[in-house]
């Protein structure tokens, strides 16, 4: 049977720490790898832009030996040129694996429902697993442990935060939310992401106070106050994010050692300022680099023929 990458939520804690010891692997040894997908072709079906995204799977693909395409926005106009279904069941003649970039999550569950081949949830209205789950390495990489830790995510409860919840349960992370009322993150994943942790003597809190959340953080993460499809929304959510701004005054809360993420395109004076993301604290671009490096063990886990 063929695997698809969805959700965080599919993947049991073993694979993830599979994932994250073959990510170790890569970055000490590249040469290794280089043909670890060779003759293989992965296509990128992307209905938002992407800076990290694609680039970072182009290139972890090139590395790996194989190639890689993309598709536009405008290309294919998923959905409305042709449907879904079609666009799945022919690209599944052509290519190994599909990244799709999309505005509903159940476009992903659509896509991997007629597609032969592994799909790759690159972001959707719900998850970006690609992205916590390099967030989260990274935090291992710098830390050395996962399980104990706090991570306090400061702003809007999107598809970041979402899957953010999913993989700091499973790996015995704590994880606090602070976001303003009505902007929470969605409640199946909260009550599911409460569950997992407490199996796991972790926890999950959630706060309409960011001030609150950060105390005693041992991570601070945040992300835009208006992503790519809300810009209608923007007057009224920046008048409503005000107050969860990540600057000195909330960073100096959770403690001289506190690292700061931000999973980028950041929009710096709004929920961030440039003295943080800065910082000597930032990892910002350390988590930027291990998107590419995450991804390729993903790759590597779907694509490559099993031994």
């Known amino acids: ?82 449907s879904i279904k079609d666009v799945a069941r022919t690209l599944s003649r052509y290519v190994d694996g599909i990244v799709l970039r ?8 659509q896509m991997a429902k007629y597609c032969s081949k592994p799909v790759i949830n690159g972001l959707s209205d719900f998850g970006h697993p690609c992205q916590a789950l390099a967030d989260v390495y990274t935090i291992k990489e710098k830390l050395k442990r996962l399980k104990g830790l706090t991570l306090a995510y400061v702003g809007d409860g999107n598809n970041v935060c979402n899957s953010l919840l999913y993989v700091s349960a499973k790996c015995a992370m704590n994880m606090n939310v602070a976001s303003p009322k009505g902007y929470e993150p969605d409640r199946t994943v909260i009550k599911e ?48 994010f005000k107050g969860f701004q990540v600057n000195k005054s909330l960073v100096k809360l959770a403690g001289k050692n506190c690292l700061i993420m931000h999973c980028l395109p950041a929009h710096r004076g709004e929920e961030i300022t440039d003295e943080v993301i800065d910082g000597r604290n930032s990892i910002v671009f350390d988590q930027a680099e291990n998107r590419m490096h995450v991804q390729k063990a993903i790759l590597i886990k779907l694509l490559a023929k099993q031994k």
């Open 193 to 240: 992401a409460k569950a997992i942790a407490k199996a796991r003597q972790a926890s999950v809190n959630l706060f309409n106070n960011p001030f609150e959340a950060v105390r005693g953080a041992d991570v601070i993460y945040t992300d835009v106050w208006v992503s790519m499809g809300q810009e209608k929304e923007a007057g009224l959510r920046k008048k409503i």
């Open 102 to 109: 999309t505005f509903e999550h159940k476009n992903v569950f």
């Open 1 to 82: 049977m063929k695997k698809d990458f969805i959700s965080i939520k599919d993947l049991t804690t073993a694979e993830i720490e599979d994932i994250f010891s073959l990510t170790d692997k890569l970055k000490r040894d590249k040469p290794k790898f280089n043909k670890a997908l060779s003759g293989k072709t992965l296509v990128l079906v992307f209905q938002k832009p992407s800076n990290r995204t694609r680039v970072s799977f182009e290139v972890g693909m090139y590395q790996l030996g194989g190639n890689c395409l993309y598709l536009a926005p405008d290309e294919i106009n998923l959905g409305v040129r042709e």
